[in-house]
């Protein structure tokens, strides 16, 4: 069964840094796509990066030279190092995940099967 486990996030002050995690356990698909994505209430969910089994990443226009996902394929865990951030980041972060690699439209939240509860981070200004 396949289980992704979220946390390290908090409340930061505009400007700061946070790094999210996520464990993975029973995931042993290849090629595979993980990715971060984040929702604010009444808005849809958007995806914010992913990476697949070959290193490739992908980032949403607004976090572009300011978050970096990486992952530690040993230890299955996928990170996000979130720097800079800024009030419009404030949302309930999730860890996705999905046999294969990242689809052309990979933004889309149908294209992941699993996914995590999500940690909540919250900017102040």
């Known amino acids: 069964q396949v289980q992704l486990v979220e946390s390290g996030g908090g409340s930061v002050q505009a400007g700061g840094s946070l790094r999210l995690s996520c464990a993975a356990s029973g995931y042993t698909y290849s090629p595979y796509c993980m990715g971060w994505f984040r929702q604010v209430p009444g808005k849809a969910r958007e995806g914010v990066a992913t990476?697949?089994?070959?290193?490739?990443?992908n980032y949403e226009e607004s976090v572009k030279g300011r978050f970096t996902i990486s992952q530690n394929s040993a230890k299955n865990i996928l990170y996000l190092e979130m720097n800079n951030v800024k009030p419009e980041d404030t949302a309930l972060y999730f860890c996705?995940?999905?046999?294969?690699?990242?689809?052309?439209?990979?933004?889309?939240?149908?294209?992941?099967?699993?996914w995590g509860q999500g940690t909540q981070v919250t900017v102040s200004s």
């Open positions: 990476i697949d089994s070959f290193g490739r990443t």
């Open positions: 996705a995940a999905d046999p294969g690699s990242c689809a052309a439209d990979w933004s889309d939240d149908r294209f992941f099967d699993y």
